[in-house]
T-cell receptor, first 112, second 109 residues
């Protein structure tokens, strides 16, 4: 099925651990982005990419790394997890700036 | 002041009622999106608007560019409409969204 696939759906980490959230889309979209959703704060942009090999920081990039080696995949890496990174993470993709956005199902991350 | 605001923050309705959720924004935009998020679920795009009005089933979305305001209407509401509705805008030629805080809708049977 076409769409945006995020894995895992749930994850519990200990402070200081690292992990990678996976995001893949099969729609040949150039634009992909990562958001975090926190209660009372709405969705905030972490990092985004406008094509393979091109990434940039969003509003809240600290503690996260991204890379875009292929059009399909846009993984988000937590380098050293902190309790402040407890959140729900969403990956999104769009064909271009003026088209509909597609979101993944989200990853609920808890850092203890 | 947030760039995108929504009202109300929370809304409880009885099944069958007509519902309106409002979104106002303070920046120039290329398009406005209405999104739906069910509890514990992913985010689904409902509408993308740059002018006028769009209708899909029982949902209607309107936008007034001059007034920087959009509304999402649900006619004959149903408990399955219970969700958080999020307004999001893209700045002119921008790649990324600025999101509103969401409106939590509960429709009671």
């Amino acid at each position: 099925n076409a769409g945006v696939t995020q894995t895992p759906k749930f994850q519990v980490l200990k402070t200081g651990q690292s992990m990678t959230l996976q995001c893949a889309q099969d729609m040949n979209h150039e634009y992909m982005s990562w958001y975090r959703q926190d209660p009372g704060m709405g969705l905030r942009l972490i990092h985004y990419s406008v094509g393979a090999g091109i990434t940039d920081q969003g509003e809240v990039p600290n503690g996260y790394n991204v890379s875009r080696s292929t059009t399909e995949d846009f993984p988000l890496r937590l380098l050293s997890a902190a309790p402040s990174q407890t959140s729900v993470y969403f990956c999104a993709s769009t064909l271009s700036w003026d088209t509909e956005a597609f979101f993944g199902q989200g990853t609920r991350l808890t850092v203890v | 002041k947030n760039e995108v605001e929504q009202s109300p923050q929370n809304l409880t309705a009885q099944e069958g009622e007509f519902i309106t959720i409002n979104c106002s924004y303070s920046v120039g935009i290329s398009a406005l999106h209405w999104l739906q998020q069910h509890p514990g679920g992913g985010i689904v795009s409902l509408f993308m608007l740059s002018s006028g009005k769009k209708k899909h089933g029982r949902l209607i979305a309107t936008i007034n560019i001059q007034e920087k305001h959009s509304s999402l209407h649900i006619t004959a509401s149903h408990p399955r409409d219970s969700a958080v509705y999020i307004c999001a805008v893209r700045n002119n030629y921008g790649q990324n969204f600025v999101f509103g805080p969401g409106t939590r809708l509960s429709v009671l049977p």
